[in-house]
């Protein structure tokens, strides 16, 4: 027998021999999920060319380089596996793999039709209509093609891809999968969603290990169907139900809105914590609240503002001319703005994804517009904070005064009628807190109806005791929800506490106080500190002022403690009115005062004179009490009740022991808030819920079409969704006997 003979017989028999192995490698294995590679396949030593296998290695002539391999092929390379049915070696470091494709390394598979790989690059490209990729838990169906990196374990696709882990579905048209650090990374058109949320975007990174999710673009987030956020970066973790948002950070809940440069969302208690140029806007409690820092609770209803807070309190959604940057219930249009008016800012923080159609009108900042309505109030203070208890818990009922009919034992030496014309020292000292609990409003006290005994020579007028106008909408009290305005009611009782160096503004009105206490139980608020408060020319103080409302306006006040009120006369910048007590109480109706009664040791230092000349009259009362009915805030009846005495001199002739000034007298204009920038400088957003609310969720269309691409392969016969394991180790490479 020829050498020749002796070869070809000698490939025969191994051809025998080998054919039922061959035929073995065709058939489709068990059905089970994939494992780590057995042992050792994660330890082999890393080699410079692609070790090989197979059950039948050969050339097709003496000419040819190419090795073909059948049945039961494996490489390695990199630590990596690549398992087929064939394949066709070209060279040390490339080769073609046909058939029931694996690639395997640690805990990561990839299951294909075909592959080719390049040791020089470490690429191994898989081709398959639906390749799947394993690691864990976690499948990943990807389109057509992917490469995997067998050296740093990254593989890439860009047709599409349909992750699963758990509850955690995530789509994208661009990914890179990261097996070392267990990590994907979805680019392009981007829709993941869970059981806690809904997330659209067009880059993001997921780890598969935790599942901690971040946001690497800007990320729309529907959290449980209820509460919408937004950020440009930032992460979820699912393992405390946690968003941690880095930048242009915007919450929304039912009633409220929340903006911050850094913001923590627990989703489990609906708890937001805030860094840095913070904004809530609560539509329920109508209030702006800004700060550096703060946190707010939605289901406790109790939360915190501090580093330079302050906030905004507002009756109704404003129109443009007004307060536009406060509407909380519609984007408004853009509106040319007119030569005397600042350019209008347009809020970019919040634009929609390009597929959405929703166009985003310009906003209206509130610094660029006309000053704000009068009703509207801007409150500072160190802190702020907000908090809610159950019913009866949060204080004591207290039962405003009745109308107290007047004392008609008024000091009869005292001249009235034409002399007490009280014109002069009529004035208005606004407040700045009430309460929108609604209560019947109580019924006015009996007119007093003391007729002013003429005089020819008397004072212009007593000094009123109490402001015309405490605005019942707009105080910090107004952020406790209203009862009957077709609102939620709201069972829970509300107190409110600023603290510290407080300060508050509108345009009739303004106030310093060292802390502020608010109630919704009784609609009532305390400021504390010697407050002062200021109207125009007028200023009023006491130890304490407690306001209460019903029905959302003004009901009564006291002025607890030494109240003492001073008014700069008018034509004089050096001369002032003066009343001072020991208690004041006023009543009101119509958020106008109708009665206003000073008790204990009332004493009335005023100046008296023709309009518009300087005064030339001082009078000095002094009596048990005082009582002032009103009517359109003008003082009508005047009744000064008890012992008491009273004297007028010319001001030339003030005789030297008497005093201009009362032993309390206070007069601080350095200390009053001039703008609304004294009370903050920060800018106002304006509401986004429209625009949120026309924003189209996450659809998952490249689900969709993985769902049909799937059914109709398993129907065709020509793929099945394979989860063999892996056949071989390391070991079975080192005990090989080559060929060639």
């Known amino acids: 027998m020829t050498v020749r003979r002796n070869i070809y017989f000698r490939w025969g028999l191994w051809m025998l021999f080998l054919l039922p192995f061959g035929l073995r490698a065709q058939q489709p294995q068990g059905i089970h999920a994939p494992q780590a590679a057995p042992a050792g396949a994660q ?20 000419g040819d380089t190419i090795l073909y391999l059948i049945g039961n092929v494996a490489f390695h390379h990199n630590g990596t596996f690549i398992q087929c049915d064939s394949a066709k070696r070209y060279d040390d470091y490339r080769m073609e793999c046909f058939g029931n494709v694996i690639i395997n390394k640690d805990s990561t598979y990839i299951y294909g039709d075909r592959a080719d790989y390049d040791g020089h690059t470490n690429i191994a490209k898989v081709y398959s209509p639906l390749l799947k990729l394993v690691n864990g838990d976690a499948t990943m169906w990807v389109y057509n093609y992917m490469e995997f990196n067998t050296q740093t374990n990254i593989g890439e696709y860009n047709e599409g891809a349909v992750i699963v882990q758990r509850d955690n579905l995530m789509e994208s048209d661009r990914g890179i999968f990261n097996g070392d650090s267990s990590t994907i990374t979805f680019v392009g058109h981007v829709a993941m969603r869970n059981d806690n949320y809904k997330i659209r975007t067009d880059s993001v990174s997921y780890h598969l290990d935790n599942e901690v999710v971040t946001f690497l673009t800007k990320a729309y987030i529907w959290d449980k169907d209820r509460d919408f956020l937004t950020a440009d970066r930032g992460n979820y973790i699912r393992a405390t139900e946690t968003y941690h948002f880095t930048r242009n950070a915007y919450a929304m809940t039912v009633d409220q809105e929340f903006w911050a440069d850094t913001m923590d969302y627990e989703s489990t208690i609906r ?14 409690q109508r209030a702006i609240g800004l700060g550096d820092y703060g946190f707010y609770n939605d289901s406790l209803k109790n939360g915190m503002l501090t580093d330079n807070p302050a906030v905004i309190l507002y009756d109704e959604p404003q129109r443009p001319d007004t307060l536009a940057s406060i509407d909380t219930t519609a984007m408004i249009p853009p509106v040319a703005p007119q030569a005397d008016t600042l350019l209008i800012e347009t809020e970019d923080n919040l634009e929609p ?65 034409d002399s007490l014309a009280v014109d002069s020292l009529t004035t208005t000292v606004d407040t700045v807190f009430t309460a929108a609990v609604p209560a019947d409003t109580i019924p006015a006290g009996p007119a007093i109806g003391v007729e002013e005994p003429p005089a020819p020579e008397a004072p212009d007028s007593v000094f009123v005791a109490a402001p015309d106008s405490l605005p019942a909408t707009d105080s910090l009290a107004a952020l406790l ?124 230092y005023y100046y008296m004179g023709d309009d518009s000349l300087p005064p030339d009259k001082f009078a000095v009362i002094s ?85 049909a691409t799937r059914e109709s392969l398993l129907k065709g016969g020509t793929w099945r969704d394979r989860n063999e394991l892996l056949r071989v180790t390391i070991d079975d490479f080192r005990n090989s006997n080559l060929l060639y």
Not at 388 to 417: C, F, H, M, N, V
Not at 517 to 540: C, E, H, K
Not at 660 to 679: A, G, H, M, T, V
Request: with cysteine; hydrophobic share 35%; aromatic share 8%.
């Open 43 to 62: 330890t082999g030593k890393e080699t410079t060319t692609v070790d090989y296998l197979g059950d039948l290695m050969t050339k097709r002539g003496a």
């Open 353 to 417: 994804a390009a597929e959405d159609t929703l166009i985003v009108q310009p906003l209206i900042s509130i610094d660029t517009l006309a000053a704000p309505r009068p009703d509207s109030v801007f409150t500072r203070a160190d802190t702020i904070l907000f908090n809610s208890y159950p019913p009866g818990k949060s204080k004591p009922r207290p039962t405003p005064a009745p109308q107290p009919e007047a004392d008609t034992s008024a000091l009869a030496q005292i001249p009235a009628a």
């Open 623 to 707: 009596c048990a009490s005082l009582t002032i009915d009103f009517e359109d805030q003008e003082p009508i009846h005047m009744v000064w009740g008890g012992q008491g005495d009273w004297h007028i001199d010319p001001i030339d002739k003030i005789p030297a022991g008497q005093s201009q000034r009362l032993p309390n007298f206070s007069w601080e204009p350095e200390r009053q808030p001039k703008s609304r920038y004294d009370i903050t400088r920060r800018s106002v957003r304006s509401s986004l819920r429209s625009v949120v609310d026309g924003y189209r969720q996450p659809l998952f269309t490249i689900e969709e079409r993985f769902n």
């Open 481 to 604: 929800p209203p009862d009957s305005t077709g609102q939620k009611k709201d069972t829970l009782e509300r107190v409110i506490r600023a603290r510290h160096n407080v300060k508050l503004w509108r345009t009739d009105v303004q106030g310093v106080c060292d802390s502020l206490t608010a109630y919704s139980v009784d609609s009532m608020a305390s400021l504390f500190g010697r407050p002062l408060i200021w109207n125009g020319a007028s200023q009023l103080t006491s130890d304490q002022i407690d306001v209460y409302s019903r029905n959302e306006e003004l009901d009564y006040a006291e002025f607890i403690g030494s109240p003492f009120i001073t008014q700069q006369v008018e034509n004089a910048d050096t001369l002032f009115n003066q009343a001072q007590g020991r208690f004041l109480q006023a009543w009101f109706r119509n958020n106008e005062i109708s009665r206003a009664i000073m008790t204990g040791n009332v004493l009335n």
């Open 271 to 284: 708890q937001v914590t805030m860094r840095r140029d913070i904004q809530i806007l609560d539509t329920a």
